[in-house]
């Protein structure tokens, strides 16, 4: 496999950036997949010590990657305790 795509490169060189940018391409999405599966709090891998992430989150606290305009220290708490 690794001697086709050498060949190929030495053969066309103008392959090398679509090389590098589907293979940037390819580990940003697979760290964005893992960024998901272990930080986002909806998630939960613990089912027996903590079967209900969400509830810990106190309301000012970001777990979006991106929000627009949002300001979470200024955020009530508008739920109620479990």
């Given amino acids: ?29 697979a760290m964005y997949l893992m960024r998901l599966a272990l930080r986002n709090p909806d998630v939960s891998w613990d089912h027996k010590n903590n079967p209900e992430p ?8 970001q777990y979006k990657l991106f929000t627009v305009n949002m300001d979470y220290s200024k955020l009530k708490k508008d739920r109620p305790d479990f």
């Avoid at 086709?4 to 060189?13: D, F």
């Avoid at 969400?54 to 606290?61: F, R, V």
């Fill in 1 to 29: 496999m690794l001697g086709v795509v050498a060949k190929q490169l030495r053969n066309h060189p103008a392959l090398i950036p679509l090389f590098i940018f589907i293979g940037g391409g390819g580990t940003m999405s």
């Fill in 54 to 61: 969400w509830n810990k989150l106190a309301p000012n606290d």
